[in-house]
């Protein structure tokens, strides 16, 4: 599965899986009856006669649709939200206008080139593109996730702690994000299993390693040089 890894303030990379190419059908024809409906209120319900060039402002909705609500909507439609995907950059941050400019352009490509098969183009360019994108995305760097993580803060160096919260070990600022994420996979795998003794190793080395002398029982000392380290470091 295809997966895109975003960066959190909390130090963290979570990963979002690519959206499915049904995903993105799906989410293209629902986009496409709310165009569709826009363009019959106007000729059947409003009436509007189109009767020189300068009518034609009217449908300028349809034609920018994915544009706006993309830029408007933080990367979605109305079909994406539906669908509960979203266009990010590849670095996962939210995507330029310039950005969106260019997927939308190139739609013109990617959806309408071959006008009796519409969306070939793009089907064909997001099925041998190793991240699942259109041409649009190559050209912008962007591409469209499921907002369905495949990580969780479980599976994490992240702890909560309260706005209030103090530091118990300042120390362990000397510590880095591998290091935590490697206590943390430790204790975790140690409470599981219900191992005391390779709680208190770890607890040993880290304090060896920090430089912390204390008394406190290695489960709880080692669940504070978590919450500390997310308190220094994750806020």
């Avoid at 330029?96 to 939308?104: N, Q, S, V």
């Avoid at 490697?182 to 795998?189: G, T």
Wanted: aromatic letters at 10%; glycine letters at 6%; charged letters at 20%.
């Amino acid at each position: 599965m295809n997966t895109i890894t975003i960066p959190t303030t909390q130090h963290i990379d979570l990963e979002y899986p690519v959206a499915s190419l049904g995903d993105r059908i799906v989410a293209g024809i629902l986009d496409l009856v709310i165009q569709a409906g826009y363009v019959i209120f106007l000729i059947y319900v409003a009436e509007w006669k189109v009767s020189s060039m300068a009518d034609m402002w009217i449908f300028l909705p349809v034609m920018l649709y994915s544009l706006l609500c993309e830029a408007i909507f933080n990367g979605q439609t109305p079909g994406k939200m539906v669908m509960k995907t979203r266009t990010i950059s590849l670095d996962g941050s939210r995507p330029g206008f310039t950005a969106l400019f260019l997927r939308w352009g190139l739609r013109v490509v990617d959806i309408w080139l071959l006008g009796i098969f519409p969306g070939l183009v793009a089907i064909i360019v997001i099925s041998v593109s190793k991240k699942g994108q259109r041409l649009g995305d190559l050209v912008a760097t962007t591409n469209v996730i499921k907002l369905k993580l495949v990580t969780t803060f479980i599976d994490t160096i992240y702890v909560e702690t309260a706005d209030d919260y103090k530091a118990s070990f300042p120390e362990i600022t000397s510590l880095n994000d591998r290091d935590i994420s490697i206590l943390k996979e430790v204790l975790d795998a140690a409470l599981k299993n219900k191992n005391p003794v390779l709680m208190g190793k770890l607890a040993d080395r880290v304090q060896q390693v920090a430089g912390i002398q204390t008394r406190m029982p290695a489960e709880q000392f080692l669940q504070t040089v978590l919450a500390d380290y997310n308190h220094y470091y994750g806020k």
